[in-house]
């Protein structure tokens, strides 16, 4: 193979061998619309459609990819993976505009489809995405605005649609969106490059209108490239510019410097949580009619019921369910999905414990210092009331109890409880600090639970 110099001979070479290992059928499905671009110095660049594409395959095949990489051309190389990017017309500038500076390299490097209008809304991110929303009407006012979550929840997506919600009010707005490891790694570069690398990337950074960085807990344990951060932020802050970060923790759960930590606590923080079985059915449904697929509502509602763990499976399960079915040419019901899904299910999702509504009570009283009793007397005061609404909603959310069977554990009509469910949705939506208090109960409940 030592002939093998061109990089579309070897990217072939790799797909016939990745074949024999993983069946042609993934490979069909996964690798082939994956484009090999160059080898330049250790790594192999390549592009990848979507970030469903680049999770899978980074996630299934990467290592694979890399070993017989090692076998043809007789190298350790790396992976790095970009997505095609749609050309954006440069917008016409008023001739009052005073002219601008360089733009960043990745300026228009925005996903066109992560927008506001394309993010299905529900009761596990609806605080979050308001609050995206108002940052994107008025940058500098929410500052910083910190969204952490699990990863796959659209964290990402919230991110690319700020950038195009600022760029819609103010084309000439100075954004970037990078991933932390990028940060530390451009760092890294710029002070071990040229003599004066440092101060060009501290001018890249420090003179935007908007820093979007994803993925924060990436800078843990490395000391310098926090410091340069720090420095970054502070510049920003203090010139009232807009910083967005995403991190898959709270801020005081990231073992980084005190300085850091407190700027995030003086900003806005919002969480998102897993999606309830109502909003995956949304995600589903919309990705379906991007897709044009032909699944039918009860294969929707099974792939929902069944897959739980975050958005993006969500939407990778959908993409092989629906090219599995067009390649092999099988209609998709609910006995081809369960084969086709069985590796975004987890057995243990079946099994998880169900939440009995006495210990939401008991977890409810204990926040708000109410005895048990309390919640079935008649006493209509707000200091019994409003816990009883907030447990009540809770039930609603945590247990498959019905409205009828919620109201009588309260010893109320289906009516109370359904007033009470409104009431602390509007909350949630409203009330950040109530939001995350209500959180911490959730937490609590689920950590009680799962000891139980």
């Known amino acids: 193979m030592d002939n093998l110099t061109d990089i579309k001979e070897i990217w072939q070479e790799v797909l016939r061998k990745l074949a024999t290992e993983v069946g042609s059928n993934d490979i069909d499905l996964w690798i082939r619309p994956v484009k090999a671009i160059l080898i330049e110095g250790d790594t192999l660049k390549l592009e990848v459609p979507d970030a469903i594409y680049y999770d899978t395959v980074k996630r299934r095949y990467e290592d694979k990819i890399v070993q017989l990489l090692a076998e043809f051309t007789g190298r ?9 990017v749609s050309p954006v017309e440069p917008l016409p500038q008023s001739k009052a505009a005073p002219a601008s500076a360089a733009l960043p390299a990745n300026y228009y490097s925005f996903n066109p489809n992560y927008t506001f209008d394309s993010f299905i809304t529900g009761t596990s991110n609806r605080f979050a995405v308001a609050s995206a929303e108002n940052v994107a009407k008025a940058p500098g006012q929410s500052n910083p605005f910190f969204i952490y979550s699990p990863p796959g929840l659209g964290k990402t ?5 700020i950038a195009h919600g600022i760029l819609k009010a103010n084309p000439a707005a100075r954004i970037l969106y990078t991933a932390s490891e990028n940060f530390v790694n451009e760092y890294i570069d710029a002070v071990r490059g040229k003599a ?5 990337f501290r001018k890249k950074y420090r003179n935007l209108d908007c820093l979007l960085l994803d993925d924060i ?9 926090q410091e340069e951060f720090f420095y970054t932020f502070d510049s920003l802050f203090q010139s009232k510019k807009q910083i967005v970060l995403t991190s898959d923790r709270p ?6 410097d005190d300085r850091i930590i407190s700027r995030f606590l003086a900003g806005l923080r919002v969480e998102i949580t897993l999606p309830d079985f109502e909003t995956r059915v949304a995600i589903l449904r919309q990705k379906r009619d991007q897709h044009s697929y032909g699944i039918p509502d009860d294969v929707i509602t099974y792939i929902a019921e069944n897959v739980k763990k975050n958005i993006r499976e969500l939407e990778g399960c959908l993409i092989t369910v629906g090219n599995f079915c067009s390649s092999m040419k099988m209609p998709p019901t609910i006995d081809t999905v369960k084969d086709i899904i069985k590796d975004y299910t987890n057995p243990l999702d079946h099994e998880e414990k169900k939440i009995p509504i006495e210990l939401i ?3 409810v009283a204990e926040k708000y210092n109410v005895e048990m009793r309390d919640f079935n007397s008649k006493k209509r ?5 409003f816990p009883r609404q907030v447990a009540m909603y809770l039930a609603c ?4 109890m019905v409205l009828k069977d919620i109201g009588s554990a309260f010893g109320k009509e289906h009516a109370t409880v359904l007033h009470a469910k409104g009431k602390i949705s509007h909350m949630v939506v409203t009330d950040p600090y109530f939001n995350e208090a209500l959180n911490q109960i959730i937490a609590k409940i689920k950590a009680v639970n799962n000891q139980a």
Do not use: C, W
């Open 251 to 256: 801020p005081r759960e990231l073992a980084m």
């Open 397 to 400: 959310e945590m247990t498959d």
């Open 76 to 84: 350790q190389l790396k992976i790095s993976y970009s997505m095609p």
């Open 157 to 161: 997506h919230l991110l690319h649609a």
């Open 217 to 225: 807990q990436f800078l843990l344990d490395k000391e310098r490239s």
């Open 381 to 385: 005061t707000d200091n019994i009331a």
């Open 196 to 200: 004066d690398g440092a101060d060009a």
């Open 361 to 363: 009570k008991r977890v």
